[in-house]
T-cell receptor, first 111, second 110 residues
């Protein structure tokens, strides 16, 4: 089955700097790659997703890139703000099978 | 409000007790699932369902039971609680592909 590795496990950045979180997946059939943000005491919330027919997707300060050949995808947050502090999860699935999640990255944005 | 509702939010159980975690969604999603979240372990799939009357096991199903009698509800049963089941439990439903998560149930087994 699918296996998703996520790095780093913790990340601290200064406010205004960029943050990058990277994930690798094992199943070449995976075609859907979402990113979730989890704030303290809440459930994960989808912030952006990408499908395998697209190499990059942007939504304001957030972007995701996908390299199918290398089987890795990354989340990029620019101009970080204190409210970006949270735990971020990547995930992957080949389609109509359950999402497999990475172990999460705790992002701290220091004002 | 549309979404996934989980109850209770907090629960303390004694070892050996049983209980049911409730999950309901009002988005008419066929797919629903249960995950547990432990420190450093991410979200691990317990059970999932692709529609009423159909359930399947995930990565960590032992000690848990599910049923899906309606599209809206997907309860998770702990048959005989153990300290290893202390965790935060999330229910999620899926539309086209995106998952919507509930706010979680924090369970402590003493």
């Amino acid at each position: 089955g699918e296996n998703v590795e996520q790095h780093p496990s913790t990340l601290s950045v200064q406010e205004g700097d960029s943050a990058v979180i990277k994930c690798t997946y094992s199943d070449s059939a995976s075609n859907y790659f979402p990113w979730y943000k989890q704030e303290l005491g809440k459930g994960p919330q989808l912030i952006i997703d990408i499908r395998s027919n697209v190499g990059e997707k942007k939504d304001q300060r957030i972007a995701v890139t996908l390299n199918k050949t290398a089987k890795h995808f990354s989340l990029h947050i620019t101009e970080t703000q204190p409210e970006d502090s949270a735990v971020y999860f990547c995930a992957a699935t080949p389609g109509n099978t359950p999402l497999v999640f990475g172990k999460g990255t705790r992002l701290s944005v220091i004002a | 409000n549309a979404g996934v509702t989980q109850t209770p939010k907090f629960q303390v159980l004694k070892t050996g007790q049983s209980m049911t975690l409730q999950c309901a969604q009002d988005m008419n999603h066929e797919y629903m699932s249960w995950y547990r979240q432990d420190p450093g372990m991410g979200l691990r799939l317990i059970h999932y369902s692709v529609g009423a009357g159909i359930t399947d096991q995930g990565e960590v199903p032992n000690g848990y039971n599910v049923s899906r009698s309606t599209t809206e509800d997907f309860p998770l049963r702990l048959l005989s609680a153990a300290p290893s089941q202390t965790s935060v439990y999330f229910c999620a439903s899926r539309g086209a592909q995106a998952y919507t998560f509930g706010s979680g149930t924090r369970l402590t087994v003493v």
